[in-house]
């Protein structure tokens, strides 16, 4: 089965920039899109990266996302980061065998 | 403005039975696969099951399958999720989503939730 594994937490200062990776096992992390969802406490998730990289409209341009095919990992970066950003992050992708599969959530804390 | 609202959570004892709704409004419902994704207290998200627009794709978690059954009615523009032989492990926050295109892929907008507690 396809599982994908995430930092149990982060965390950075005001204006910092912070990297969350997921790190995929049992297949390759490029075969299928990779989404990353943003919770915060009490609020539904928020989609800021789909497809690999691509921005929603309304997501600042502070969230970009990659893919390494080398290493098997997905990685999301938030730039000059802000108190609001505080939130759990999760990444995402499909596949035919494993269906839905999310990470198991990063916990991002603004210093 | 693309809107998607749950209902139907409760309070329901183990053994027993709820469906959830999801209303879809403010794009064209039939093109898109759906998904429930949940999220249960001190856990993460957790992919539930999704169907595609004319319902020849439907796929579950195994943590579901057998017990719970996704179904659409594109003419309502309505998603809904029938769980059956519920246990206490299913409470959480079920969440409607709608995928980004027509094949199972990823979530671009998310319902707020509706809470299910199995006590």
């Known amino acids: 089965n396809f599982m994908l594994t995430q930092p149990h937490s982060v965390s950075g200062s005001p204006g910092q920039t912070v990297t969350i990776s997921c790190t995929g096992s049992?297949?390759?992390?490029?075969?299928?899109?990779v989404q990353w969802y943003q919770q915060r406490p009490g609020s539904a998730p928020v989609t800021v990266i789909f497809e690999d990289h691509q921005r929603p409209s309304g997501v600042p341009g502070r969230f970009s996302a990659s893919i390494a095919r080398s290493s098997n990992t997905a990685s999301l970066t938030i730039s000059g980061l802000q108190a609001e950003d505080e939130a759990d992050y999760y990444c995402q992708s499909y596949h035919d065998i494993s269906h839905g599969v999310f990470g198991g959530g990063t916990k991002l804390t603004v210093l | 403005e693309v809107q998607l609202a749950e209902s139907g959570g409760g309070l329901v004892q183990p053994g027993m039975s709820l469906r959830l709704s999801c209303a879809a409004s403010?794009?064209?419902?039939?093109?898109?696969?759906m998904h429930w994704v949940r999220r249960a207290p001190g856990k993460g998200l957790e992919w539930v099951a999704c169907?595609?627009?004319?319902?020849?794709?439907?796929a579950y978690a195994s943590s579901v399958e057998g017990r719970f059954t996704i179904s659409r009615d594109n003419a309502k523009n309505s998603l809904y999720l029938r769980m059956d032989s519920l246990r206490t492990d299913d409470s959480a926050v079920y969440y409607c989503?709608?995928?980004?295109?027509?094949?199972?892929?990823?979530?671009?907008?998310w319902g707020q939730g509706t809470t299910v507690t199995v006590s």
């Open positions: 403010g794009f064209p419902f039939d093109d898109y696969v």
């Open positions: 169907i595609n627009w004319n319902s020849d794709i439907i």
């Open positions: 049992g297949g390759s992390i490029a075969s299928t899109y």
């Open positions: 989503a709608k995928d980004i295109r027509g094949f199972p892929n990823g979530v671009d907008v």
